[in-house]
């Protein structure tokens, strides 16, 4: 069976799905405990070692907390600090070799 799309000019496309696979620069996992008090951790993998920058931000994207550090290669943990942090919605973004990827997590 193939499939196809048509144009505005109804010329029929073979539709091929391709799946690119590339090296994982990094990858931000969910923060435990979830939802937090005090504390939280946030792991992530960073496929070569470099600096990374985290950041803590409310649900308006206020800037809470930032941390950055220069780390090897593998599985890094973060101990993030609540003690300072609104209850409520807050996003914590990785940014690392020009990639970035953000979660929420819950503060109560």
């Known amino acids: 069976m193939v499939s196809v799309a048509y144009d505005q ?6 539709l091929i799905l391709e ?3 590339g090296p994982t620069k990094l990858l931000l996992l969910a923060n435990k405990p979830d939802p937090f008090h005090t504390e939280t951790y946030v792991e992530f993998y960073l496929s070569q070692a470099g600096e990374y920058l985290l950041e803590v931000n409310d649900i308006n994207g206020k800037l809470l907390q930032r941390r950055q550090a220069v780390v090897p290669a593998g599985v890094q943990q973060v101990i993030v600090d609540g ?3 609104p209850a409520g ?3 914590y973004k990785l940014t690392f070799a020009g990639q970035s990827v953000t979660r929420r997590m819950v503060k109560f």
């Open 9 to 14: 000019g109804l010329t029929a496309h073979e």
């Open 19 to 21: 799946f690119r696979t």
């Open 83 to 85: 003690s300072q942090l």
């Open 89 to 91: 919605v807050l996003f």
